[in-house]
């Protein structure tokens, strides 16, 4: 009996050191420091901060390091609270607490966390994405409230319950380079395809001219040779194009408010998303146009132009979202069983090849295809990359399933 008295003490001891691990007071901020909350309790202090109008208490909330990173953190917070003030109707917790990631060592525990939750309005839902660090025992300076972001998602689930999340792709854009900051995107009034139809039409007839013409004056002050960018443009829409549709998701058209250096006022930035379809690969085109006030004000020209494939794999904010220009992402590489022992990879562009196992040997037949060895006694997986700049694809080959398909 004894001894089953103190498995129990034990085990409540345990169960209690858990439970205490929990915020000792309801408030996001204690004596000036970050407190945090479970999910719901921090999405109501936020709605409570937002109808006081308290920016103050929202920007405290936020790590020391990202109120330094993110230089334009108090207007993003009073656009963050308009919205809330003025356009939700409701919203619903969907989850996070249990999503604490982190590492430990003798030193001390840092702990990272995200939460969503659905945010309702009249015209649509949106997913509010929050990350935080409640605890970084090696730097105190991170512990707060990483980014807040808010893109719409619309009101349709897939059969797994989830939402839209190829809207993913319109998210992060405000966001400083450590992805730190408060992003908020709105859906678009309209669809605009006028502007892919006159690139296609200039390409055509070569005009890289007209392509920079096209272009806000803000893109042709901040990128010197926006004029090679325009030529480089008109050489990738030169090629076959067999169709072209909106992006698949749920607003393919998108916007949101962005302080250009040098701007006096804030302008509308529109994001419309297509996809491209050629004889060899199919593309995700991203164009950003500038408009002042409104959709319905005056259009000041293209932003950004940025065309990729689904191996792209770089930061997102070399899609065209923090810098204007041209951005052209085409590099793939397959890779297909010859033989027991040799793979055939091909590259869409000229690229260097590389493996994850050095006992494999390459060598390169012509510019697109190189010829991998593979080692007699080798792992069941082999990955191999394909870098060129910024691009960085791989493919994976398992050469026993390749077997058993031949």
């Known amino acids: 009996m004894k001894t089953i008295i103190s498995i129990i003490a034990v085990f409540v001891s345990l169960f209690s050191s858990c439970v205490s691990s929990g915020p000792k007071q309801a408030e996001l901020l204690?004596?000036?420091?970050?407190?945090?909350?479970?999910?719901?309790?921090?999405?109501?202090?936020?709605?409570?901060?937002?109808?006081?109008?308290?920016?103050?208490?929202?920007?405290?909330?936020?790590?020391?390091?990202?109120r330094e990173r993110s230089d334009n953190l108090r207007?993003?917070?009073?656009?963050?609270?308009t919205f809330l003030n003025e356009e939700m109707v409701s919203w619903e917790y969907r989850t996070g607490d249990a999503l604490f990631s982190g590492h430990s060592r003798e030193e001390g525990v840092r702990k990272e966390?995200?939460?969503?939750?659905f945010i309702y309005t009249d015209r649509t839902r949106y997913l509010c994405k929050i990350s935080d660090v409640p605890t970084d025992d090696f730097d105190t300076n991170n512990e707060g409230f990483s980014s807040i972001t808010v893109i719409p998602v619309g009101w349709h689930d897939d059969e797994n319950g989830?939402?839209?999340?190829?809207?993913f792709v319109c998210a992060y854009g405000n966001l400083e380079e450590d992805g730190m900051g408060l992003f908020l995107s709105y859906p678009g009034e309209t669809c605009e395809e006028g502007t892919l139809e006159r690139l296609l039409d200039l390409a055509a007839n070569q005009d890289s001219g007209g392509i920079y013409d096209l272009y806000s004056d803000y893109a042709k002050e901040t990128v010197p040779d926006l004029p090679e960018q325009a030529e480089a443009l008109v050489e990738f829409l030169q090629?076959?194009?067999?169709?072209?549709?909106?992006?698949?998701?749920?607003?393919?058209?998108?916007?949101?408010?962005?302080?250009?250096?040098?701007?006096?006022?804030?302008?509308?930035?529109?994001?419309t998303m297509f996809t491209l379809h050629t004889?060899?690969?199919?593309?995700?085109?991203?164009?950003r146009d500038l408009l002042d006030g409104s959709e319905t004000g005056e259009n000041l020209g293209l932003y950004s132009v940025a065309i990729y494939t689904d191996a792209y794999s770089g930061n997102c904010k070399t899609k065209g979202w923090f810098n204007p220009g041209v951005f052209i992402y085409q590099l793939t590489i397959s890779g297909k069983m010859e033989q027991e022992d040799t793979v055939l990879l091909t590259t869409t562009i000229e690229a260097d090849v590389a493996c994850d196992v050095d006992s494999v040997v390459l060598r390169q037949i012509d510019a697109l295809t190189w010829e991998a060895t593979l080692p007699p006694d080798g792992?069941?997986?082999y990955?191999?990359?394909?870098?060129?700049?910024?691009?960085?694809?791989?493919?994976?080959?398992?050469?026993?399933?390749?077997?058993?398909?031949?």
């Not at 204690?30 to 006081?52: C, H, I, P």
């Not at 207007?75 to 609270?81: D, Q, R, S, Y």
């Not at 090629?239 to 509308?268: H, K, M, N």
């Not at 990955?383 to 031949?406: D, M, Q």
């Open 239 to 271: 090629r076959p194009i067999r169709s072209w549709e909106f992006y698949d998701c749920a607003y393919s058209c998108v916007t949101e408010w962005v302080q250009l250096p040098g701007t006096e006022a804030p302008l509308l930035r529109r994001l």
């Open 279 to 287: 004889d060899e690969e199919t593309y995700t085109l991203l164009i």
């Open 75 to 81: 207007e993003k917070i009073e656009e963050f609270i």
């Open 162 to 167: 989830l939402y839209d999340i190829n809207m």
């Open 383 to 406: 990955t191999f990359t394909a870098e060129v700049g910024v691009e960085h694809v791989y493919c994976s080959v398992i050469p026993r399933l390749s077997e058993k398909a031949n």
């Open 113 to 117: 966390r995200s939460m969503e939750f």
């Open 30 to 66: 204690v004596d000036g420091r970050y407190n945090w909350q479970f999910g719901e309790e921090t999405m109501e202090k936020l709605v409570e901060y937002s109808q006081a109008e308290d920016a103050d208490s929202i920007y405290q909330v936020f790590s020391q390091t990202a």
């Open 379 to 381: 792992p069941e997986r």
